[in-house]
């Protein structure tokens, strides 16, 4: 018996210790994209107005957001804090003071931080490198203009690229990023990507509704950060929580990308990561800010506001009369409607096709079609054809990959759904391979570029399983 006892407490006591280094090994990293913080000193400025006049995001509520999400990281003290940019909304001095201020305020607490430029902050005259060099740029053990690489913590390696205004990854930056992901995974790291724009569509036709919404050449740019060792990519730009999932073209290595919401438009979303080498995993949690002084109801009230902004937004562009023209302007504005209800399901993620959202794609490609048939009387069948325009097509695709969040849609071999808010990624040993696709160090000289295929968007593709017009670099055209 008293040798059973004493069993018992040296088994407890490697137990808690196991569990204490288990513990140990895991660390909590916060991900916060699109602050779009506009400094209330600018309250009355022409930007000012303009800004809460045209744009979709709740920005002049940014501040006090961004002050209320500081405190709950003081209190929280995640291990890492990453921010893939857009900072700043139109890149203005006075709102990069006041956010580099509060960084400030996270760095005396003892919080560890690191940021990476969206299109936003490279619109003003600050040098972001230089402004926010205590914020991933002094700590980086490489640098090639606004992108680095840091090892924030033993065995992990932290890849900022910076994605410019228009989602463009330089050839220089691409070889910066592989030759850089590579050299981590040969020294045994795992490895965490950060840039702004999205590294694949999280819908069809993204680059169509909002230019640059994912990096130009994303098949070849996916192809090489995956071959290179990269699984995840944290992203955003497109304000909304989604997580896509693709393979590369040999279909033996998936990456995921990661793209969390703005803290200013609907759902407010920000991310919680949980790393850990022992296993090698990235467990996701998403969290959204509930409540904020002054509204009663802050998420319902958000919701609203998004889709208010974003018919407001579209009806501008659209500059329709509405006593001339009020019953077309009444029915435009009742699918705009519905197309910002879609849009904010599509934010919270996780959608799901019901017979009511069917039902407005079917209602969708019915005006589509109609559209279509007035471009066929006014062009002509053979013309409308040869241009490649399938505007019921161009709906149903687009509507369909967002209710039922499939990606990368339309493409069957690699074509799947993902958990957006709450997912556990296996990262395994750390390992690259040979693109089956052309080096980046290729990417000049290489015969095989010509042999690439576009839609008629001019949008790189593979055109296997798809129906359309393709073209490729020597003007062959085929349909499929």
């Known amino acids: 018996m008293k040798y059973s006892v004493i069993f018992r407490s040296l088994l407890a006591v490697v ?13 909590k990293i916060v991900v916060l994209s699109d602050v779009h913080v506009m400094a ?35 209190h929280q003290k995640p291990d890492l804090v990453l921010i893939t940019g857009d900072l700043t909304e139109g890149g203005k001095l006075e709102s ?50 606004l992108s680095y690489v840091a090892e924030p913590f033993p ?24 030759t850089q992901a590579r050299a981590a995974t040969e020294k045994g790291n795992q490895i965490i990507c950060m840039m702004h724009h999205a590294l694949l569509p999280h819908i069809s036709y993204a680059n169509v509704l909002i230019p640059s919404s994912n990096v130009a050449d994303w098949e070849n740019v996916r192809e090489q950060l995956a071959c290179a060792g990269i699984r995840v ?21 998936s990456i995921y990308d990661i793209s969390t919401g703005s803290i200013v438009s609907y759902p407010s979303d920000y991310r919680v990561l949980t790393y850990s080498d022992n296993p090698a995993e990235m467990k996701v949690e998403t969290r959204r800010i509930m409540q904020m002084e002054g509204k009663d109801n802050f998420p319902s009230w958000s ?26 302007y009444q029915l435009a504005t009742e699918v705009l409607d519905s197309l910002a209800g879609v849009f904010a399901v599509h934010a919270e993620g996780n959608e ?17 079609s109609l559209v279509q048939s007035v471009m066929v009387g006014a062009y002509g069948a053979d013309s409308v054809k040869e241009a490649g325009i399938d505007l019921p097509g161009f709906a149903d ?30 990262l395994g040993e750390p390992s690259s391979s040979v693109p089956s696709a052309i080096r980046p160090s290729e990417l000049s000289k290489s015969k095989e570029r010509t042999e690439r295929w576009f839609d008629m968007l001019g949008r790189a593709i593979n055109k296997e399983g798809r129906k359309g017009i393709f073209i490729n670099e020597n003007g062959e055209k085929i349909i499929q």
Not at 163 to 172: A, M, P, R, W, Y
Not at 312 to 324: F, G, H, I, S, W
């Open 15 to 27: 137990l808690l210790g196991f569990m204490a280094q288990t513990r140990a090994e895991e660390k």
């Open 40 to 74: 209330k000193s600018l309250e009355g400025t022409e930007f000012w107005n303009t800004t809460v006049e045209h744009s979709r995001k709740i920005a002049e509520c940014s501040q006090p957001l961004f002050d209320q999400l500081v405190d709950t990281l003081k």
């Open 96 to 145: 990069h003071e006041y956010v580099k201020d509060k960084l400030d305020e996270l760095r005396a607490a003892g919080l560890k931080i690191f940021v990476i430029p969206g299109n936003h902050d490279l619109t003003g005259t600050v040098n972001f490198a230089e402004f926010y060099k205590d914020y991933g740029y002094s700590d980086a053990t490489a640098q090639e203009e």
């Open 155 to 178: 065995g992990l390696t932290l890849l900022g690229i910076n994605s410019g205004t228009d989602g463009k990854l330089s050839e220089e930056t691409l070889n910066f990023a592989v």
């Open 233 to 253: 990519v944290l992203s955003g730009h497109f304000h909304v929580s989604d997580i896509a999932m693709d393979l590369t073209n040999d279909l033996s290595r």
């Open 303 to 328: 919701r609203k506001e998004l889709k208010d902004r974003l018919v407001r937004l579209v009806m501008n562009n659209l500059q329709l009369d509405k006593e001339q023209d009020s019953s077309v």
């Open 352 to 368: 799901v096709m019901t017979q009511e959202r069917q039902d407005l794609v079917d209602q969708l490609k019915s005006m589509a």
């Open 397 to 426: 695709d687009m509507m369909t990959s967002i209710l039922t969040d499939k990606s990368p849609y339309g493409y069957k071999d690699r074509e799947n759904i993902t958990n957006d808010r709450t997912l556990v990624i296996e």
